[in-house]
């Protein structure tokens, strides 16, 4: 029961807001020696892993890119867009990039949009445009809200876009878990069953969205 | 062949040149803060796998403490005003979306085209990981052609990708701390004690109940330990296999399916997801650190009730 301590640990942590680094080391600590193992030993262990994971990291790669675009005006750019676009409200906006981003997911293709290169530069002001160019005012918890919502559907659309593709990590991670409980699955099997779950997620994060666009413009007209 | 070692090295110089340009930068009075922190990472980026277990728990613990201990800062490398920012759009305008646009283009050319050729019996990507260097050959592909198109300065990719950088912070490392942490929490056999817990007190007789329990399961366990993966093995041993699928006959690959989807709904609600959630707060520069959660509260709680009525009805 001890070994709970450590999530215990993560909870409390990031409740209280401490630095989630120092909340994670700390949580690592506990969880380990409540375990029986050394400091030295959890140490190595976090360590080890920590060289084995420095795949996540290299995301980061794609930043001078934006950096350098952003310097350009990629953001005012896409802002100016969507004055232009006066027909496209927030809504139809983030409803079109959630099918874009769920069907090329649902492709195999989750790399090639994102959070670092699509939101931050291009939807969220894009987002922002569509709002102001429909007569709505962003307040700074306004525009808060909006670029918020932005990076929810890019992840609601990988997340219930990517397990449609067959070799994507979670499925072989399904086949070979019930492999070993002696239950042969064709991937594509599982690849089809996360379809209706796809099309719920869509029509429930765009039902959410028409009732976003709608609560902005209400607030536009008071 | 190109392995993900290339793509190390490429990460480790970046890294090496914000540590750098945030040491001499003297608008941020925590600049060393910044360069020591950066270093650690391109420290581990070039030469992680020389360091040992140990060496790398220390520079692990350095990244904990210096950030625990906000010591670090925010870079100010000169940019352009957004007056200046306007300006130049308009003079762009579309063409500013070509270096955007490059990127996703490389990455399929790189997984579709790539891939696939082999020199001298080798092939040209290591095909484990071939969409990540893809994607660092895009991201470098995709600068060059800002650089060039935008005429924009030669150390403008690195002194802004300094800045984004310095704008995520601290959270950029909070991924990999947290796997590294998911690894502590296996080998102390956490997920297999909280299965335990999970299972041996609440009855599950009645096929909903326990088709709920499984999908509710697999969203709570993933809160807790932010991510799915995790959570799968231990609840579908403890539940989705004796329970729903050798117990009430339900079809493995919907149950195995669905449970994994709704382990996603659980991602969408922690902070412990941080790439996904964490992550895209600091980056869009959002005080609430917690407000793209928010935001998808409310799609992943009703897809969750949704999960376990799919389940239900598809699974038997």
């Keep these: ?222 | 062949m190109i392995r993900i070692g290339a793509v190390y090295v490429l990460a480790g110089l970046v890294f090496a040149a914000f540590a750098v340009l945030s040491a001499v930068d003297r608008n941020n009075s925590k600049r060393f803060g910044n360069a020591v922190f950066w270093g650690l990472v391109a420290t581990s980026f070039l030469a992680g796998d020389l360091l040992g277990d140990l060496g790398n728990g220390v520079l692990v613990l350095g990244l904990a403490l210096i950030a625990g201990f906000g010591l670090l800062g925010r870079g100010q490398p000169a940019t352009t005003s957004p007056e200046e920012r306007q300006a130049l759009a308009e003079r762009f305008g579309g063409k500013l979306f070509v270096p955007a646009l490059v990127l996703p283009v490389v990455v399929i050319f790189g997984v579709l085209v790539l891939k696939p050729i082999e020199l001298a019996g080798a092939p040209l990507l290591d095909p484990k990981q071939a969409t990540l260097i893809s994607l660092a050959l895009a991201a470098v592909v995709a600068t060059a052609t800002g650089l060039i198109l935008l005429r924009q300065p030669l150390m403008s990719p690195l002194q802004e990708g300094r800045r984004l950088m310095d704008t995520v912070g601290w959270a950029a490392l909070l991924p990999q701390m947290l796997a590294a942490l998911g690894a502590v929490f296996a080998l102390a056999g956490v997920g297999d004690l909280i299965g335990r817990l999970v299972t041996s007190h609440i009855p599950m007789d009645a096929r909903l109940t326990a088709v709920a329990v499984y999908c509710l399961g697999m969203a709570g366990f993933t809160v807790i330990m932010g991510n799915a993966f995790a959570a799968f093995p231990v609840m579908t041993a403890g539940i989705g296999l004796p329970i729903l699928i050798r117990g009430f006959g339900g079809d493995p690959a919907v149950v195995a399916s669905i449970g994994m989807l709704s382990g996603f709904c659980g991602t969408l609600m922690t902070p412990l997801a941080a790439n996904f959630n964490l992550v895209p707060a600091a980056l869009l520069e959002l005080p609430d650190r917690y407000a793209v959660i928010k935001a998808q509260i409310p799609t992943a709680l009703p897809l969750l009730v949704a999960n376990v009525v799919l389940m239900y009805v598809l699974a038997f």
């Design chain 1, 1 to 222: 029961m001890l070994t709970l301590l450590g999530v215990a640990a993560v909870v409390v942590g990031f409740a209280v807001r401490l630095n989630p680094l120092l909340v994670v080391v700390i949580a690592a600590f506990v969880t380990g020696l409540a375990a029986g193992m050394t400091p030295v030993a959890v140490l190595e262990a976090f360590g080890k892993a920590f060289n084995e994971s420095r795949l996540i990291t290299v995301a980061y790669l794609v930043l001078p890119m934006v950096g350098v675009v952003e310097r350009a005006g990629i953001q005012e750019q896409a802002k100016k867009l969507m004055l232009r676009l006066r027909g496209v409200s927030v809504g139809p906006l983030l409803i079109a990039y959630l099918l874009f981003r769920q069907g090329t997911s649902a492709l195999g293709l989750t790399s090639i949009a994102g959070q670092t290169q699509s939101i931050r530069p291009i939807v969220a002001p894009m987002a922002e445009g569509a709002v102001e160019s429909h007569g709505g005012t962003l307040d700074d918890a306004e525009r808060q809200r909006v670029k918020a919502m932005a990076a929810a559907t890019d992840n609601v659309g990988l997340f219930f876009g990517e397990d449609i593709f067959v070799a994507i990590g979670s499925i072989l991670l399904m086949v070979g878990f019930l492999a070993t409980a002696g239950i042969t699955l064709d991937p594509i099997h599982l690849s089809l069953w996360a379809i209706p779950t796809a099309i719920v997620a869509f029509l429930l994060h765009a039902a959410r969205l028409l009732l976003f666009d709608r609560a902005r413009r209400r607030g536009a007209a008071a």
